[in-house]
């Protein structure tokens, strides 16, 4: 029973609970991209590419060859699907840029507010105060 009571006690502590709590938020905000990417950014770059679907872009290595991917993989086709490669490739730059936002900000706000010194008082402005105190005492 100790290795389970040691596992509990592993399993509980907070770094693995955000851990978790992080490998679900970022499963969730692949979907929010892939959605992006397939839906918002592919259609308008195969629209200037002559209304192409870029996840239709493959190589045919072996077999005949077909107008879509799907038909030439239901062909039985070995294919280089280079088209999905560079869906992928957007996927991980929108996902890069976002994450950069995020821990840009982060930092932003858990950064030590630096405090701006005193502006150093000139000399002359120091001595003409000692003559002032001075003559305040004098007078």
């Known amino acids: 029973m100790k290795v389970v009571d040691e596992f509990r006690k592993f399993a509980m502590r907070g770094s693995v609970i955000d851990l978790a709590v992080g490998v679900v938020v970022g499963a969730a905000f692949t979907a929010i991209v892939n959605s992006l990417v397939k839906d918002i950014i592919t259609p308008p770059i195969g629209l200037l590419l002559g209304g192409i679907d870029l ?44 994450l950069f936002l995020v821990v840009r900000q982060i930092n932003r706000f858990s950064a030590p507010k630096e405090e701006t010194p005193a502006p150093v008082t000139p000399e002359d402005v120091l001595l003409l105060r000692e003559i002032r105190d001075l003559l305040k005492t004098h007078a």
């Open 55 to 98: 996840s239709n872009f493959f190589i045919v290595i072996k077999g005949h060859g077909a107008h879509t991917l799907k038909a030439a993989q239901d062909a039985g086709a070995v294919t280089i699907n280079y088209g999905n490669f560079v869906n992928t490739i957007l996927n991980f730059v929108i996902i890069a840029f976002a």
